[in-house]
Nanobody, 118 residues
Framework: QVQLAESGGGLVQPGGSLRLSCEAS????????MAWYRQSAGKLRELVAS????????SADSVKGRLTISRDNAKKMTVFLQMSNLQPEDTGVYYC???????????WGQGTQVTVSS
């Protein structure tokens, strides 16, 4: 059973930084793509940033230059979301999604709350 473990959320003041982590269990074997989504109160879940196995990345216009997806080069099944200059509109539950390589099946993390408030 593949499991994803997220960590790193919390409360931060505007302008502050956080780093989210998401690690997939060994059962996933290999990864095709990784992504971070967020869901704010009253809104649909939206894509924040994604990364493919070839290193290609993409991010939403609203977070460009502030939220950056990366992968642990040593632990291939771990993805990070480095968040800087956080703003109140970044508040929400952040979910990681990892797509398994062999069958393109998606797995989701449990979500971690990020609150940006003074």
């Amino acid at each position: 059973q593949v499991q994803l473990a997220e960590s790193g959320g919390g409360l931060v003041q505007p302008g502050g930084s956080l780093r989210l982590s998401c690690e997939a269990s060994d059962e996933i074997l290999s990864v095709y793509a990784m992504a971070w989504y967020r869901q704010s109160a009253g809104k649909l879940r939206e894509l924040v940033a994604s990364m493919y196995i070839n290193g290609l990345t993409n991010s939403a216009d609203s977070v460009k230059g502030r939220l950056t997806i990366s992968r642990d080069n040593a632990k291939k099944m771990t993805v990070f979301l480095q968040m800087s200059n956080l703003q109140p509109e970044d508040t929400g539950v952040y979910y990681c999604k990892i797509m398994r390589r062999r069958d393109r099946r998606n797995y989701w993390g449990q979500g971690t709350q990020v609150t940006v408030s003074s």
